[in-house]
């Protein structure tokens, strides 16, 4: 696994912001990391609830794009193993 080309950041009601990498991998195609960065420190309680919403609504998005490829409504674009 290896950091792959997309990094949004999202700027918190605190100020502070969190960023949101794609991890390259080859079988699991939308995989992403929410992350706080070090040098702001340990994030409070309520910057972490923040995150998780920033989360829980972009693994919304992917859902919604993964039900359109299921009902045919959407190329599917998922990796295939080499045979």
Do not use: W
């Amino acid at each position: 696994m290896a950091f792959g080309g997309m990094k949004q950041e999202f700027d918190l009601a605190s100020g502070k912001t969190c960023q949101l990498i794609a991890i390259r991998n080859d079988l699991i195609r939308n995989y992403y990391l929410l992350a706080f960065p070090r040098e702001q420190g340990e994030p409070a309680p309520a910057e972490i609830t923040e995150m998780l919403n920033v989360g829980i609504a972009h693994a919304k998005q992917l859902a919604g794009k993964n039900l359109a490829q299921a009902l045919g409504l959407r190329k599917d674009d998922a990796p295939r193993l080499p045979r």
